[in-house]
């Protein structure tokens, strides 16, 4: 955990393009060099349910993600959104720590990939490069051969 809260503080101060493209270049570095190394040293020890680059990951997103002001910095559409920071999004928005229901992190990027990525179709609905679902998710449940159900998006 220490280390992602140096990774944050190398950004916390930047704001708007800057934030942007400095998440961008720190994730590069996180991914690249960073995660293959303590997947490396680490790799003996077994972790249960998460794996060791599955609770990385979500400490990148918890610890430096989202508190830094990304947000902010994605609403005023400052520049262009650089691939790294896409990939990184999308990477993070991949990893499911939750049962049923997704909570309040996992939600909050998820807000974040949808003014990132467009279209983006989430949890919450298709989103359309703002923070809120353009058309918000509606799960139908039909009963399908041998009493399964299956879960839809209308």
């Known amino acids: 955990m220490k280390g992602m809260v140096i990774l944050r503080e190398k ?4 704001e708007g393009a800057k934030l942007v493209y ?3 270049m720190l994730w590069d570095y996180f991914y690249t060099v960073i995660l293959p190394v303590l997947e490396l040293v680490f ?4 972790v249960q349910k ?3 680059r599955q609770t990385t ?12 002001k990304l947000y902010d910095s994605l609403k005023q559409k400052s520049g262009e959104i650089l691939p790294s920071l896409r990939q990184m999004l999308l990477v993070l928005q991949n990893i499911h720590d939750f049962v049923n229901h997704p909570h309040s992190n996992y939600l909050k990027l998820e ?5 990132a990525i467009s279209p983006y179709l ?13 058309r918000p998710a509606t799960v139908v449940l039909r009963q399908k051969y041998h009493g399964r159900y299956n879960a839809s998006i209308v």
Do not use: C, H, N
């Open 11 to 14: 950004i916390r101060k930047d």
């Open 22 to 24: 400095s998440i961008g």
């Open 43 to 46: 790799q003996p020890i077994p």
């Open 50 to 52: 998460l794996s060791l």
């Open 57 to 68: 990951l979500i400490a990148f997103r918890d610890i430096v993600v989202l508190k830094v």
């Open 111 to 115: 807000a974040l990939v949808g003014m």
């Open 122 to 134: 989430g949890y919450k609905g298709l989103y359309m490069g703002d923070s809120e679902p353009y």
